[in-house]
C-alpha cells in the first residue's frame, strides 16, 4: 500500500512539475495554429498573406506565467534583423535601419490574456518585405530582484 501511495505521489508531482513550464497557444482568429512550451527550439507560424484580410488577428494566449506585482511581462514583435526600406524619393531608393524594426507592442497581466496583434500592418509588412521573418518575443522583468530576460517565442513568415 505504502509503494502504490508513493508511486501515485511520485506520478502527480512530475505532472504538477511539467505544467509549470510557461506555454502558448497562437490563434489566427479563432482557429488554433501553434501549441508551444517555452523552450530554445524556435518555431515558425506561417501566414498566408494573399489570402488574410485586415481584420484577421492573432491571439495568443499563455499560460503559467508568474503574474503578480513584482514580475512584468510584454511582448514585443519586430523584425528579425535591421531591414532595407523601401523610400519613395528617390525611386528605388533604400535605407537600412540600425537595428531591427518594432511593429507592435503589449504589456502582459491578468487583464490582457489574450494578447491580441492586428493583421493590418502585419499582412503589408509581409507583402512588402517577404525576405524578411518577423519574431515575437516575450520580455520578462523583476526589479525587485533585478532580473530582465528576452526569449523569442516563434517567428511569423509568409507561407
Given at each position: 500500500m505504502k509503494t502504490i501511495a508513493f508511486c501515485f505521489f511520485l506520478f502527480l508531482?512530475?505532472?504538477?512539475?511539467?505544467?509549470?513550464?510557461?506555454?502558448?497557444?497562437?490563434?489566427?482568429?479563432?482557429?488554433?495554429?501553434?501549441?508551444?512550451?517555452?523552450?530554445?527550439?524556435?518555431?515558425?507560424?506561417?501566414?498566408?498573406?494573399?489570402?488574410?484580410?485586415?481584420?484577421?488577428?492573432?491571439?495568443?494566449?499563455?499560460?503559467s506565467?508568474?503574474?503578480?506585482?513584482?514580475?512584468?511581462?510584454?511582448?514585443?514583435?519586430?523584425?528579425?534583423?535591421?531591414?532595407?526600406?523601401?523610400?519613395?524619393?528617390?525611386?528605388?531608393?533604400?535605407?537600412?535601419?540600425?537595428?531591427?524594426?518594432?511593429?507592435?507592442y503589449g504589456s502582459i497581466n491578468i487583464k490582457t490574456n489574450p494578447i491580441r496583434i492586428s493583421f493590418e500592418w502585419l499582412i503589408d509588412w509581409l507583402k512588402e518585405y517577404p525576405q524578411y521573418r518577423i519574431q515575437v518575443i516575450l520580455i520578462e522583468t523583476n526589479r525587485k530582484e533585478k532580473h530582465y530576460a528576452r526569449r523569442k517565442l516563434f517567428y511569423i513568415v509568409n507561407k
Amino acid at each position: 500500500m505504502k509503494t502504490i501511495a508513493f508511486c501515485f505521489f511520485l506520478f502527480l508531482s512530475n505532472l504538477i512539475q511539467a505544467d509549470t513550464i510557461p506555454s502558448w497557444k497562437v490563434f489566427h482568429n479563432s482557429k488554433l495554429l501553434k501549441e508551444l512550451k517555452q523552450s530554445n527550439e524556435l518555431v515558425e507560424i506561417k501566414i498566408d498573406t494573399l489570402n488574410s484580410k485586415k481584420e484577421d488577428y492573432l491571439d495568443i494566449i499563455y499560460n503559467s506565467l508568474k503574474l503578480s506585482e513584482d514580475y512584468k511581462y510584454e511582448i514585443l514583435v519586430e523584425s528579425e534583423t535591421s531591414v532595407d526600406l523601401k523610400l519613395f524619393k528617390p525611386e528605388n531608393a533604400k535605407l537600412r535601419t540600425e537595428s531591427s524594426v518594432e511593429l507592435f507592442y503589449g504589456s502582459i497581466n491578468i487583464k490582457t490574456n489574450p494578447i491580441r496583434i492586428s493583421f493590418e500592418w502585419l499582412i503589408d509588412w509581409l507583402k512588402e518585405y517577404p525576405q524578411y521573418r518577423i519574431q515575437v518575443i516575450l520580455i520578462e522583468t523583476n526589479r525587485k530582484e533585478k532580473h530582465y530576460a528576452r526569449r523569442k517565442l516563434f517567428y511569423i513568415v509568409n507561407k
